[in-house]
């Protein structure tokens, strides 16, 4: 499956982005979905997945409580909204797919499609 990941930019410490994650095809719904990012200068890190289904959602601990993770089938669409801002989220995000085996299934690993990655950078 072929993403294109859109969204990012540049916020001040405190604020919020919404990133979409467009899938094309019509096998979205076969497929468990999955946001990455990588920091300046650091290993690429999983941020948060749902099963193919959106029943089931991961977020790392992070991010909890300021991030949600969600999908619309309907639109082929995955997205990551990420409020309260700090600069550590400061990182180029990607998102990725995987074909799940169950409706309620995410996976913290193994994905095999993966978008271009699109940056966030947020100012103190």
């Known amino acids: 499956v072929q993403l294109q990941a859109s969204g990012g930019g540049l916020v001040q410490a405190g604020g919020s982005l919404r990133l979409s994650c467009a899938a094309a095809?019509?096998?979205?719904?076969?497929?468990?979905m999955g946001w990455y990012r990588q920091p300046p200068g650091n290993e690429r890190e999983f941020v948060a997945a749902?099963?193919?289904?959106?029943?089931?959602?991961y977020l790392i601990d992070s991010v909890k409580g300021r991030f949600t993770i969600s999908r619309d089938n309907a639109k082929n669409t995955v997205y990551l909204q990420m409020n309260s801002l700090k600069t550590d989220d400061t990182a180029v995000y990607y998102c990725?797919?995987?074909?799940?085996?169950?409706?309620?299934?995410?996976?913290?690993?193994?994905?095999?499609?993966w978008g271009q990655g699109t940056l966030v950078t947020v100012s103190s």
């Open positions: 990725a797919a995987r074909e799940g085996s169950k409706d309620s299934y995410y996976y913290t690993q193994g994905y095999t499609s």
């Open positions: 095809g019509r096998t979205f719904s076969r497929y468990a």
């Open positions: 749902i099963s193919r289904s959106g029943a089931s959602a």
